[in-house]
């Protein structure tokens, strides 16, 4: 009998801890901006380097936006910009995430989080645009962003009081490639063939971009390490 009475009092207890667990009654989508320190250009430290260590989270995103040619628009700083005062993105500042494996996801709700998002791996696929600008002192960052609502990446998402869960997208990832790019392309310059044929080769450089950028080629001969021309 005094079995059966503890099998019971169990189940009770079993049923009352369901019943009080709590579970998030509402979500929310909160959209958000990754600014990586991915190699090879290492955005994150490469702005430290040229002075905005000391600046908060939120100087950075405004310095940034300018420079994004639309791809963080000004409504999303402004968004941030009516985050809660004790947010993290007004009181972090850059260089506490000097050498941060991976990047800085600055939310429009004013949270900051650490996700392993590379802009590497979403520039030039489909459904991604890509901006380059130019920062002084800094060079070229690349802003990689999503065409559609459809084309945001999923980062995480947090359980907040009162039953809230947020979940977190980023629509665009700034970061740095390497600084000055170089490709090799073995082919022929000119060579005479027979009856009095010449052998040429062709090729198409395109920019995928809309800002203006600079190309230099230089041809070197084979078997040489000497640059015979540039153009």
Do not use: C
Not at 100 to 128: F, K, M, R, W
Not at 221 to 231: G, L, W
Request: no cysteine; hydrophobic share 40%; glycine share 14%.
């Amino acid at each position: 009998m005094g079995k059966r009475v503890l099998a019971i009092v169990a189940v009770v207890l079993g049923l009352g801890g369901a019943a009080g667990a709590s579970s998030p009654t509402a979500t929310e989508s909160r959209y958000s901006v990754v600014i990586s320190n991915e190699a090879p250009g290492h955005l994150v430290d490469r702005l430290i380097a040229a002075g905005h260590g000391s600046q908060t989270l939120f100087q950075v995103l405004q310095y940034l936006q300018p420079l994004s040619g639309g791809a963080i628009p000004a409504s999303f700083v402004t968004k941030v910009a009516g985050a809660g005062a004790g947010s993290s993105v007004f009181s972090d500042t850059l260089e506490i995430y000097a050498g941060v494996n991976g990047g800085i996801e600055i939310a429009d709700d004013g949270t900051v989080s650490i996700p392993s998002l590379l802009g590497q791996d979403y520039d030039g696929h489909p459904g991604y645009l890509t901006h380059v600008g130019t920062a002084t002192d800094v060079g070229s960052v690349t802003f990689t962003s999503a065409s559609g609502v459809g084309y945001y990446i999923y980062t995480h998402a947090k359980n907040y009081g009162g039953g809230v869960r947020k979940d977190y997208y980023a629509f665009a990832i700034v970061w740095k490639g390497a600084d000055t790019p170089a490709r090799l392309f073995p082919g022929i310059a000119s060579v005479a063939g027979s009856t009095n044929t010449r052998w040429r080769s062709e090729g198409v450089l395109a920019n995928p971009t809309t800002a203006a950028a600079e190309a230099k080629l230089e041809l070197i001969p084979r078997d040489a390490a000497a640059v015979t021309a540039t153009v």
